[in-house]
């Protein structure tokens, strides 16, 4: 994260210049909400205004995440010299910097699912390489120093001849490389690359950009632009140290695992995924009330709020309502709970969380759902609240209609198995599913669907031992 912070020289920080700077990147973030508008409604302007999304995007990230690391300097200097203030003032103090730490955290993330957003088309014919990425821990900061500002400008000037560039650190997702090369004949991504800052003359940077790609033919080549990108020499650079040496070829490693291999894994068309219009209904009636509720499937309720006054991103990050409070707001939720559980099962269970924007695998991005665009931008921006309650006791019964046997039901990870004479076919991690369901607001019949074609849809004997299954939405 970012670069080392001189603890003699941490300045203190206040709630004025932390809300400035989380507004400042909020009026980049709705310049980049209006481009996918645009570009999800077929209304781009001349000039391709795409190719501003990711310098706007990172730059706010950048400004964001040197705020952060001026909030963590100054943690760590207190904590440094802490003999000098009483322990009352000590923790009333961290516990300043702590919220203010979460609010930039908090908009960081919602940068990186407006990153999201923009980056699942380019990769929505690439399941493998996104499941790999997805595979890594997630990189919740953004480089700063020399680095960072290498990278902005780099994907704010530099252009493919036959690729488009996708900058990873403006997302949540794309966690192997920094740049994802993608053939825009095919929406297919063709190679990754890393990028490397080096210590250059004042107002110039040196780069490396190293390239991974599935085959020569699939190598991007990219265009100098005289006096802003030019091509060097590798002598140039001074010689690169055994450490630097060690974390390339480590990095190099993952990008050359993350391009596509064979492998065995079960691939179907589903349509209709998602409960798009149970959601649609939601974001009407929100729209309305300050509380909308909608059940979906057997033994989901949702519902949404708009809990905030303030008109500002940071004022509804900084804003004095809990979790509790707002929970308190939904008084008729309880009893709907009750109406989604099954009361002649043993296995009722409850799983409740909120909706977020962040990409997780097996979802599509909510911007790309077929819903309100007012609605989205409140939801994206945090205006509107969403949560989840989900039971998946009808899920279990519909999945035993089918053959299948449940162990755990009402467990954290429930085991799903199905026996044909003396082959079984067991179901890794079901809390997947369950998730999928709850927390992305999948279909139950899909799920089902999913499993009636793994148990019915082959021979059994003809099942390989273990069979990868990619679920990949389409727009």
């Known amino acids: 994260m970012g670069t080392e912070r001189d603890l003699s020289a941490a300045p203190s920080v206040g709630v004025a210049e932390i809300r400035q700077a989380i507004d400042a990147a909020e009026s980049d973030f709705r310049r980049c909400w209006t481009i996918l508008c645009d570009w999800k409604g077929n209304r781009l302007a001349r000039g391709n205004p795409l190719f501003d999304f990711q310098p706007r995007l990172a730059n706010a990230l950048f400004g964001l995440e040197k705020k952060y690391n001026d909030v963590a300097g100054r943690r760590d200097y207190l904590i440094s010299t802490k003999s000098r203030r009483s322990p009352t003032a000590l923790s009333n103090d961290l516990r300043r910097l702590r919220r203010y730490a979460d609010a930039l955290m908090e908009a960081m993330s919602i940068g990186r699912s407006l990153g999201d957003a923009f980056a699942w088309p380019f990769y929505s014919n690439s399941p493998e390489i996104?499941?790999?990425?997805?595979?890594?821990?997630?990189?919740?900061?953004?480089?700063?120093?020399?680095?960072?500002?290498?990278?902005?400008?780099f994907i704010r000037h530099a252009k493919a001849e036959k690729?488009?560039?996708?900058?990873?650190?403006?997302?949540?997702?794309?966690?192997?490389?920094?740049?994802?090369?993608?053939d825009p004949t095919t929406w297919v991504v063709a190679a990754l690359g890393e990028l490397k800052t080096h210590d250059a003359s004042p107002g110039r940077l040196n780069m490396?950009?190293?390239?991974?790609?599935?085959?020569?033919?699939?190598?991007?080549?990219?265009?100098?632009?005289?006096?802003?990108?030019e091509s060097g020499s590798m002598s140039s650079l001074r010689t690169a140290t055994p450490k630097f040496m060690h974390r390339l070829e480590?990095?190099?490693?993952?990008?050359?695992?993350?391009?596509?291999?064979?492998?065995?894994?079960?691939?179907?068309e589903l349509f209709g995924v998602y409960y798009t219009s149970e959601m649609s209904q939601l974001a009407e009636n929100v729209g309305q009330h300050k509380v909308a509720y909608a059940r979906f499937g057997s033994g989901g309720v949702l519902v949404a709020l708009r809990p905030f006054r303030g008109k500002t991103l940071s004022s509804r990050l900084f804003s004095s309502q809990t979790g509790e409070s707002i929970a308190a707001?939904?008084?008729?939720?309880?009893?709907?709970?009750?109406?989604?559980?099954?009361?002649?099962?043993?296995?009722?269970?409850?799983?409740?969380?909120?909706?977020?924007?962040?990409?997780?695998?097996?979802?599509l991005p909510f911007f790309w759902w077929p819903l309100d665009l007012e609605f989205l931008q409140r939801f994206y921006?945090?205006?509107?609240?969403?949560?989840?309650c989900y039971n998946p006791v009808h899920l279990f019964s519909n999945l035993r209609s089918l053959g299948f046997d449940i162990k755990g039901a009402a467990t954290k990870d429930p085991v799903v198995t199905r026996r044909t004479g003396d082959v079984v076919i067991e179901s890794e991690h079901f809390s997947f599913f369950v998730r999928a369901v709850g927390q992305h607001l999948m279909r139950e019949d899909k799920v089902v669907e999913i499993f009636a074609r793994l148990?019915?849809?082959?021979?059994?004997?003809?099942?390989?031992?273990?069979?990868?299954?990619?679920?990949?939405?389409?727009?």
């Open 130 to 153: 996104l499941r790999k990425h997805l595979d890594n821990p997630i990189i919740g900061h953004f480089p700063t120093g020399k680095g960072g500002r290498g990278e902005i400008e």
């Open 163 to 182: 690729h488009f560039l996708l900058h990873h650190g403006i997302t949540s997702s794309l966690r192997v490389g920094d740049l994802s090369f993608v």
């Open 208 to 229: 490396t950009l190293h390239i991974i790609a599935g085959n020569s033919d699939a190598l991007p080549k990219l265009f100098a632009v005289p006096g802003v990108i």
């Open 250 to 268: 480590a990095q190099m490693k993952k990008m050359r695992s993350a391009l596509p291999r064979d492998e065995t894994r079960l691939k179907s």
């Open 329 to 363: 707001k939904c008084r008729a939720l309880p009893g709907m709970v009750v109406d989604v559980a099954d009361s002649s099962s043993l296995e009722n269970s409850l799983f409740a969380g909120g909706i977020r924007t962040s990409f997780s695998w097996g979802a």
């Open 381 to 388: 921006f945090g205006e509107v609240v969403l949560f989840s």
């Open 455 to 475: 148990g019915g849809g082959a021979a059994i004997s003809d099942i390989p031992a273990k069979i990868m299954i990619d679920i990949v939405p389409k727009i």
